[in-house]
């Protein structure tokens, strides 16, 4: 039901408001609200020539450019006992994570490895022994190398490599699914696509001037996550009780107001685009059935397309709307196109090019580490966007939400103050779209701890708990003891002059319209 709001108790009455001349408000979520972190296998796990694992895009990646690698990364594959005592400690009680699936199955197809299959076992096990639920992703971009040649050249591009996505998560529902009650299929396909295909920015660093590439392997990815789900549903769902769906990632898109009225008019038309481009590329296919029209009316032939049968086995396709957010963007429209990606690569034309969009940052909004704009506000009107144009009936989990903070050293690491005010503002902005309707019924922090990001390798610290690469000593930051006083308490203190919170909506820029 397109447009529908859900009705969720308001802020004030889950919890009694501060007295209106303090300096501070409490803000209250439902008392069913799901908190907790996550994490990435290549990300953290390291032991990638260990019990058998085989190698992944993200391997062979990793090596070509030459730097920081995640063959060690946090070495959680051999200390996740530990790191699930550090969890417990802290009062986490729901843990996103995902399984390699070179893990599984180390040429991406063939016999089982039963050492893979041991360790999630056991990290599953040691997860409910502590009283954590988890929330297991099937694919976090670390295809296995062998489906990315041969039969399977190209990887995502190819359609051959659907069969073996939906039989890696075929033995995954049969090897975890007694014990895991919430699958993803896929996190965020958008950077699998326009990062992996478009600008060649991540694994498995492919490119493509007209777009082409980046729509097919989205076309792949939508057809995979539509059939694996289909097999949990009919096989496993009604006997393991559980529920599955898919994680999109999505900056808000704010029209640049600052010109004439007819300028700020199709401003705000490229700021729909921008949205439908990243978010609605997956999440119309699967809640409305097919792409956004005005993808099909810019891309043409470029936008593959679904068969009637298709449309019928992806929509509805997903229990529940998994969405991941970091920042907000400035948009005005451009007849070239002009996108700086969040790993800091200008793009135009092909897939930027097809959006007719110029992004860009207000120049008073704080950054992180990133160089990605702080405004929880955007975090708010993204939310209340996707739940009007989608209405999911299984509500929005929000899977990822953080930043990256420069941390020389774990004193200053401790003391990361910029993530605690980053973490209310966002959260008490949740809280605000949850007001307007927005039906959110839980948040996953990202991340768990300092890990390898990507291209990025270890030069960027997103963690609530500071990991020391040389030694592997885990040491939590003053975000983490935020977190578990809101995980223990479903609720925060706010200050009424909140950092972040008063992110300037004025877009004042230099640049004209």
């Known amino acids: 039901v397109k447009n529908k709001v859900v009705a969720i108790p308001k802020m004030s009455e889950v919890a009694s408001s501060a007295n209106p001349h303090s300096d501070q408000k409490t803000v209250s979520f439902p008392p069913d609200f799901q908190w907790g972190t996550a994490t990435a296998a290549y990300q953290i796990e390291g032991g990638h020539d260990d019990g058998n694992r085989g190698p992944s895009i993200w391997d062979t990646f990793s090596r070509k450019l030459g730097r920081d690698t995640g063959d060690v990364a946090c070495n959680h594959y051999h200390l996740y006992s530990s790191d699930v005592e550090l969890m417990q400690s802290l009062g986490i009680r729901n843990y996103r994570f995902s399984i390699s699936w070179s893990r599984i199955l180390p040429n991406g197809v063939g016999d089982v490895n039963t050492d893979g299959i041991d360790y999630y076992n056991r990290l599953i096990d040691c997860l409910l022994s502590h009283g954590i639920e988890p929330l297991v992703t099937l694919y976090h971009w670390d295809l296995p190398e062998s489906l990315n040649k041969g039969e399977y050249e190209g990887g995502w591009v190819n359609p051959k490599i659907i069969t073996p996505f939906v039989e890696y998560a075929k033995i995954c529902f049969e090897s975890f699914g007694d014990r895991v009650k919430t699958w993803l299929t896929f996190n965020e396909p958008w ?24 729509y097919m392997s989205g076309h792949t990815i939508l057809l995979s996550h539509a059939r694996a789900v289909k097999l949990y549903r009919e096989r496993f769902q009604s006997t393991q009780k559980g529920k599955i769906g898919i994680t999109l990632n999505g900056n808000w898109s704010e029209p640049f107001n600052k010109c004439d009225k007819n300028s700020f008019l199709n401003n705000i038309e490229a700021s729909k685009r921008s949205l439908l481009w990243s978010v609605g590329w997956f999440a119309d296919p699967i809640w409305l059935g097919d792409y956004p029209s005005e993808m099909r009316g810019k891309c043409g032939d470029r936008l593959p397309t679904f068969q009637d049968d298709e449309k019928a086995l992806i929509k509805g396709s997903s229990d529940f709307f998994g969405l991941n957010h970091y920042s907000t963007d400035l948009v005005k429209d451009s007849s070239m196109g002009k996108f700086t990606s969040h790993w800091g690569t200008t793009n135009s034309g092909g897939y930027f090019g097809d959006q007719g969009i110029e992004s860009f940052k207000h120049p008073d909004w704080s950054t992180t580490d990133m160089g990605w704009s702080v405004v929880p506000w955007g975090f708010k009107k993204l939310l209340v966007w996707c739940q009007r144009r989608y209405a999911p009936t299984g509500g929005i989990y929000v899977t990822e939400n953080g930043c990256a903070v420069k941390e020389d050293d774990v004193k200053v690491a401790e003391n990361d103050h910029f993530r605690v005010s980053y973490l209310k503002g966002y959260i008490a902005s949740m809280r605000e779209a949850m007001d307007q309707g927005a039906d959110v019924r839980g948040y996953f922090a990202w991340s768990f701890m300092d890990n390898f990001e990507w291209s990025l390798g270890y030069s960027k610290r997103f963690g609530l708990v500071h990991n020391d690469y040389n030694t592997q000593k885990r040491t939590p930051k003053a ?33 004209s319209c």
């Open 191 to 214: 950077c699998v696509c326009v990062l992996g295909y478009g600008n060649g920015e991540h694994a498995p660093g492919r490119t493509s001037h007209d777009g082409s590439e980046v």
């Open 479 to 511: 975000s983490a003891f935020w977190f578990a006083e809101l995980c223990k308490n479903n609720s925060f203190m706010l200050e009424k002059e909140a950092r972040f919170m008063d992110a300037a909506g004025n877009h004042y820029s230099n640049d």
